[in-house]
């Protein structure tokens, strides 16, 4: 196999005395997109911050191609980096924003040519003398996405960067963004708090919690066979039965009676909803946490049980 092009190796960082991550390690290949997952306030957006640059680490090292990249000056490093603001330019028009790093290296003539053939792929080729007060948050956002593509950087980290968009917007330039980070094979970290978008854009997906990175792997993998319970809860749609066992989610189902075929939790039926073309039923556990499970062909509103076959009752990994 051959050497990652990126390496991660024990990386901290420590904010007054306070210990925001401790010890991550991880690589990526040419051309590997990770996804880093995982709830607000455990330091992914200041992993991304500190590999740019931004701020800096307490301990560890970051290799790009064999090259020690912290010890590069930031505006040496091969790194291009987008976040959940767009940050453009107020006195420049579209494509003098989307052109300003690209002139800098080839030329005012040739950066122009390409911006303008990048903001036609993501449908902004009208607005290009518009300056940005004159756009939509979403078009501002693709503005700041293709400039920072347009530099080809040999790592590419987005901090969350479709989360101030509609749900169809969203949709088409993450796809958009996955296929150009592909063609061009560019190596890229992308932080989402979003699981359908961790998965559908990374090729693998690292859970983060509690400062540290809890499982990295492929995102079925993460999803069918969570680690520990604290990855299940993130990323997967399971049931926690403590903190050994999990249950799918769509393998529960709810009864009026206890059953001898599984395990069954008394609740109460709370109410029902429709969605992705099935009905679900939120119930009430004795113990106070609420789940969702499939509704089948009961409807209540009294109290009952949720049942949890035993055959489909399964242990983390990490047991």
Known sequence: MSHPYLQVKNVSKTFDENRIFTDLSFSLQKGEILSLAGPSGTGKSTLLRCIAGLDYFSDGQVMIEGTD???????????????????????MTLLENVAYGKKITDGKKHANELAHDYLKEVGLESQVHQYPHELSGGQQQRAALVRAMLLKPKLFLLDEPFSSLDPGLRKD?????????????????????????????????????????????????LYHSPRNA??????????????TRYCPAEKARWSLE????????????????????????????????????P???????????????????RYFQAQ
Do not use: C
């Open 258 to 293: 206890k059953t001898p075929d599984g395990e069954w939790f008394a609740a109460e039926w709370v109410n029902e909803t429709y969605h992705f073309g099935r009905r679900y039923a939120h119930v009430l556990l004795d113990g106070g946490s609420r789940i969702a499970i």
């Open 230 to 243: 604290l990855v299940a809860s993130l990323y997967s749609d399971v049931i926690v039965l403590d903190q």
């Open 69 to 91: 990249l912290l010890n590069k000056p930031v505006k040496h490093r091969p790194v291009g980096m987008i976040f959940q603001q767009a940050l453009l330019f107020p006195h």
């Open 173 to 221: 330039l993450r796809e958009w963004v996955r296929a150009f980070l592909k063609k061009e094979e560019m190596t890229s970290i992308f932080v989402t708090h979003d699981k359908e978008e961790a998965m559908l854009l990374g090729d693998r997906t690292a859970v983060m919690a509690e400062g540290r990175i809890q499982q990295i792997g492929h995102p079925e993998e």
């Open 295 to 313: 509704a089948g062909d009961q409807h209540s509103a009294s109290k009952g049980y949720v049942i949890f076959p035993k055959d489909e009752i």
